[in-house]
Structures are given as C-alpha cells and as structure tokens.
C-alpha cells in the first residue's frame, strides 16, 4: 500500500523540510473545560427532575408501596383514641370486658399497622434502590461519554469523588432518610387530620408549633445549602490533592516535594473541617429550635384541653388522645426536619451527579462527542456499549431504553466509508495557557491500508496527533477525518473506526479471557485463543490458560501483546500504535505483534527507534508541532541534509 498523497502541504513532490502547512491555526482558541475546571452541577430543580424521572420508571411499585404506608400510618392513627377510649372507660367504671376488648382492639391495631408499615418500607427501600441504581449507570455512561479533555481538564478524583462519595450521599439518603421522611409525612398529615376529628381546637392548639418550626427550618436551609454545596466541593479539592500525590508519588519523591504536597493536603483538609463546623453549629442552633417548638406546642394543646374539659365538657380520654396525637408527633417531625441534613447533603451530591450526566449528554450533543468515540477507541479495551443502534429511527423507537448520553452518542456517530484518513489544516493546543501549539496546520493524507511511521524528538507532537487519529479530542482548527468522518465520531461496524495501543495497557482484575473480550464481547474462545496466539501471547505459561486469572505481575510484553490482541479482536479500520514498539528493536516478538496488528488496516506507528520505520509506506517527520518532512524511508535516506537523514544517521551513531 502507499501513501502517495502523504504530507501533501509539508513534502509535496517529496520536498525536504518543507513546512508541513504551518501557516495554520496554530494559535487557535481556547479548549473548552481546560485548566482544572471541575465538572459542573447542575440546578436543584433539575436534580429533583431526573431523581422523579428515574423513580417515575418504577411507578407501579411506588405507587402500591405508598398506598401500603398510608394504611398503615392510619391504622396506627387508631391508637390513641384507644387509648382515651381506655381512659374514658377506666374513669366512669365501665365493666374490666370492655376495657379488656379495647386492650384488644389496641394490640390489633399496633400489630397490623406495624405489619403494613414494615411491609412498605420494605417495597420503598426496594424501588428507590432500583432508582439509585439506575443512576449510578446514568452517571457512569455519561462519564464515560465525556470528553476525555474535559475529564483530564476536571482531575480523575472530580469523577470519582462524585461516583464515590456523591452517590454514597445519595444511597444514605434512599435507604434511611427518604422513607423515614416518608413515614413522618403520613403520619404528620393523618395525626392532624386525627387530631381535628376529636377536636378542632386540639389541632388548631397543636399549630402553634408550626411558626417556630417553620422559622427554624428556614433559617437552617438557608445557611446550610450553601454549607453543604461547599462541604461536597472542598472534600473532592482535598480528595484531588491526594489522588493527584499518590498518582505522581515516583515524582513526588524524585523531586523531594513531599513537604509541599502534605501542605496542600492539609490546607486543602483544614478547609473541609472548618466547613464541618460551621454545617454542626448551624445543626445545632435548628434542632434548639424545634426543641422549643415541641414544647411550645405541647403546653398549647394541654391548656386548650383544660379549658376545653372545663367549658363544653371533653372528656379526659379525648383530652389524653390529643396531648397523644401531639406527642407521637414529635418524632416525625424532629425525623424530617431532622432528615433535612442528610437531604441537603444527598440533594449536594445528586446536583453533582445530576451535572455529570448533564455534561455526558451536552457535551456530546455538541462537538463533544470526542470522549464517546475516543474513550471508547482506547486499545479496543474500552468499546462503548453493544447496544447501538442501526440508526435515529431505532432510536427514536427505543428511546426508553437508552439513557440521555448514549442517545447524543448515538445520533451523531456515524459509519466510515473506508479506512483512508485525511488531516486537514489541523491544529491543536492544550488549554489557552498553553506556551505554544502542539500541533499546527498539519495536512496529512493516508491512504487506506498503508503503514506509517510518525517520528519525530520529545513534544514535536506525535502523541498529539495520534490522540486527534483516534477522536479523543478534536482539532481546534482543521479536520482530521476517518474513511471521510470526522474522527471522533467514526464508526467502524458499530465499533470505535480507529484504535490506539499505548504504552500503558490497562488490565482489569480477571482472567485472560475477560480481558481479551472487552474487545469483542461476543467473541468465542476460539477466536480469543487465535488473536492472543497471533500477536505470540503464550497461553501455555499461564495457569489456567485462556481462563486463568491474570498473573499479577504480568509483563510489558505480555500486556502489550493483550493489548495487540485487543486490536484483532476489534478490527478496527485504523490502529495507530503509540510506543508499543518502544521495545520492539529489543522485542522481535512485539515487533512481528506488531506487523500482524497492521496488516490488512491502516496503521500509524509512533517509532521511537527508527528500526520500527523499516517496512513501512511511509515516514512523517514532525518538529514543533509541524511536519517537516515526508515521503517514503528510501526516498528521505537519498536527503543528505533532510529531518529522517539526519535522525537516521544519528541512530546509528553517525555524526553529523
Ligand atoms: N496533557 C498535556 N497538557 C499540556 N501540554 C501537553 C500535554 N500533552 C502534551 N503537551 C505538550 O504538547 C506538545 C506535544 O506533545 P506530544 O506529547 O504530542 O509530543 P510527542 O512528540 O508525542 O512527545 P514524546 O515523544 O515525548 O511523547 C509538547 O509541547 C507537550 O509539552
């Protein structure tokens, strides 16, 4: 295969160290999300919106678990009268049957009205779980289908602070506090409705809690919301810091900066404890005045049933149920203003989790889809889900089935018509603080099938271009485009259209086999067995085999041939391998991988030892960001003074 149009700017009829087309925009704007932004949160309201949304899909279990509750908060609502019934009974000598009956009665009443409420909570608990796991897919597909700048931009821990301790947060609140609220809800609204059947004046008496309550409530919301938005933010700034050291701990360690790294550990975690404070005293301060609201209420309703007993003769017993009715009010009232808490922190963390899924689905509906496509292409490791559909009219069909993020995916992936690849123009840079592009105006055009060799000294921008190859991001200026589809979006047979083998292969805790399908999911044994025996994995070394766990110190060569497995598995249209030949000079059984990986696709190899350039179509040298020069090795060798000449010589010791 040839790549006879290649470096069409920079080489044009093979000319030495052309510009490689650096007029482009080189200085292009900024990227969005870039310099540490934090991933957003989203409105409350549009929080409450997706938590109904997903509690709307189990909507005939809640609606038979709410009527379960009901009936049994107003079975319990039978015990007071009851008990003043009792009462009533006991003080004008009625016989001891009677009071034995309604002793009954009592016991029948608290034991059916326990059962209901047991059984309820049960289903509740059951149907916000469903709920909340839901969400957590939501969360983690719209993570996924983020932009991997705009990931990289906010900081791993941003994304695993909030699936971690935001949706911890969120589970908290839905299996203690959401269905103690709910019970307290019910009972509050049946006790007074209770309350006013046996005396109006009871339930008006009790109300006079209500203003202190209120008042408390108010006061508490308002300086804890902002309390609690802040608490979420600075524990994952402190959780990024300690992410951020230990990930660079070699570094750390090279450079002696352990010191520094504990100093913003510790201003970052002293921030977060003074936050903790000020959420405990403005708690404090509420539950003193709901204190005093029970207590307000209470003598109320005691000096309104004197008065009452007094003047239109109620009797004792209905004087008692009421100061009862009151009293089992205290707990529900105390559990949900009490429950207000963890609600502020669970709403917290639903705003962040809810932002996440907004930014998947936002970002891809966009121009972002270049984390949907690129995150997806990573070593064929990561293919996005199986689930794609044929096309928009699938997806309109099964809408209820896809969350928010896959359908943005979905509607704007689109099939290559072949494997060429054309970049046109294309410039990139790192975030608007960046000292200078890393790519600028590259116009490039592979034919499909052919082998490259991108070469080029540390930061002439050869890992940015292949980032831009696979759709991780997208170029600020220019095109860069797959069998004529703009990278990020090109799909290949449903699969991600180009695939990048980097030095670093991430592995998952399993076996060969697990980590071999991710690829393929529905790929058989043997065809497993046959991409690993292809790139030289030898099964035979592994306990187990094909289904033996992977060994935990597995190494560089066995990781790099899963990964070049992965490839086969996949095949995609183009794969470009970043550094997974570094050893292969070293490696002939990587190097052979290798050739076996780029046969019959187009292939881009990042060659950091130009013993990986022979055999190739072509070679693209790159120098700050622009290529300097193109054309076929033997063609750049005839170039005494050319880029590869000079590399070459350099390789093999030449001076000069
Ligand atoms: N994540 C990043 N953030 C900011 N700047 C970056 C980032 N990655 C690369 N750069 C810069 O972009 C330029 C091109 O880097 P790139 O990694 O593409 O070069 P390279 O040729 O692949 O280098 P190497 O051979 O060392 O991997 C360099 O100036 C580099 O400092």
Redesign the pocket.
């Known amino acids: 295969m040839s790549a006879k149009n290649l470096g069409r700017a920079g080489a044009g009829a093979g000319g030495a160290g052309g510009a490689g087309g650096a007029g482009g925009a080189g200085g292009a704007g900024a990227v969005p999300g870039s310099a540490g932004a934090l991933l957003p949160t989203s409105s409350a309201g549009a929080a409450a919106r997706l938590g109904l949304k997903l509690l709307w899909r189990q909507r005939g279990l809640l609606i038979a678990t709410v009527a379960l509750l009901l009936l049994g908060t107003a079975t319990m609502l039978l015990i007071p009268p009851l008990l003043g019934a009792i009462v009533d009974a006991v003080i004008s000598g009625e016989p001891f049957a009677s009071v034995l009956w309604l002793g009954a009665a009592l016991a029948g009443a608290g034991i059916v009205a326990a059962a209901l409420e047991g059984i309820g909570g049960v289903l509740l608990v059951r149907c916000l779980q469903r709920a909340l796991a839901e969400l957590r897919e939501e969360v983690f597909e719209a993570a996924l289908a983020l932009p991997l700048r705009r990931i ?1 931009a906010a900081g791993d821990a941003d994304v695993i602070s909030r699936v971690t301790n935001d949706v911890e947060a969120v589970t908290e609140a839905i299996s203690g506090v959401i269905p103690l609220c709910a019970r307290a809800v019910f009972t509050i609204v049946l006790t007074l409705v209770g309350m006013a059947a046996l005396d109006p004046w009871l339930a008006l008496a009790a109300l006079v809690a209500v203003p202190i309550q209120v008042l408390s409530t108010r006061v508490f919301l308002r300086r804890s919301r902002p309390l609690y938005a802040r608490l979420r933010r600075e524990e994952a700034e402190r959780g990024r810091e300690f992410v951020e050291a230990v990930a660079g701990a070699e570094t750390v360690r090279a450079y002696g900066t352990a010191e520094e790294h504990l100093d913003r550990i510790a201003v970052a975690s002293d921030r977060a404890v003074q936050t903790h404070r000020e959420t405990a005293k403005a708690r404090n301060i509420f539950i003193g005045g709901l204190n005093a609201a029970e207590f307000v209420g209470l003598a109320a309703v005691l000096a309104v049933g004197f008065v009452r007993a007094t003047s239109v003769g109620l009797s004792v017993g209905a004087v008692t149920a009421g100061a009862l009715y009151f009293h089992r009010l205290f707990n529900p009232i105390g559990d949900l203003l009490g429950s207000m808490d963890d609600l502020q922190r669970a709403l917290a963390g639903l705003q962040r989790l809810t932002g996440v899924v907004q930014a998947g689905t936002e970002g891809l509906g966009a121009a972002g889809a270049a984390g949907a496509a690129g995150a997806a292409g990573a070593e064929a490791g990561t293919a996005t889900s199986q689930r794609t559909p044929a096309d928009e009219t699938d997806l309109a069909g099964a809408g209820a089935e896809f969350t928010a993020a896959e359908l943005a995916i979905a509607r704007t992936q689109r099939e290559i018509t072949g494997g060429s690849i054309d970049i046109l123009g294309a410039s990139y840079r ?2 608007p603080t ?1 000292p ?1 592009a ?1 790519l600028r105006g590259i116009d490039l055009v592979i034919d499909e099938g052919a082998t490259v060799a991108l070469i ?11 980032r831009l190859i696979v759709g991780f991001d997208e170029p600020l200026a220019g095109e860069v485009l797959i069998g004529g589809v703009p990278a990020h979006l090109a799909r290949s047979g449903g699969r991600p259209a180009a695939l990048l083998v980097a030095q670093e292969t991430h592995l998952f805790v399993g076996s060969i086999a697990d980590n071999a399908r991710i690829a393929a999911p529905e790929a058989s044994d043997e065809a497993l067995t046959a991409a690993l025996e292809a790139v030289g994995f030898d099964l035979s070394a592994i306990a187990g085999g094909l289904h033996g766990s992977l060994p935990a110190a597995v190494s560089h060569r066995e990781a790099q041939q899963l990964a070049l497995a992965r490839v086969l598995l996949a095949d995609p249209a183009v794969v470009v391998l970043d ?1 997974a030949g570094s050893q292969a000079g070293a490696d002939p059984a990587l190097a052979d991988a290798m050739r076996r990986v780029s046969e019959g696709r187009t292939a881009i190899i ?1 060659a ?1 030892h130009l013993d990986q350039v022979r055999g190739v179509d072509a070679v693209v040298v ?1 120098e700050n ?1 622009s290529i300097v020069e193109s054309g076929a090795p033997a063609d750049l060798l005839e170039r005494p003074d050319g880029a590869f000449a000079r590399l070459w010589r350099m390789s093999q010791g030449v001076a000069g």
């Not at 540390?458 to 940015?464: F, L, P």
């Open positions: 990289e790192y975030g960046a200078r890393a080029g000294t540390s930061g002439s921008g050869k890992s940015t271009l292949a550094e990042i950091h790159l960001g």
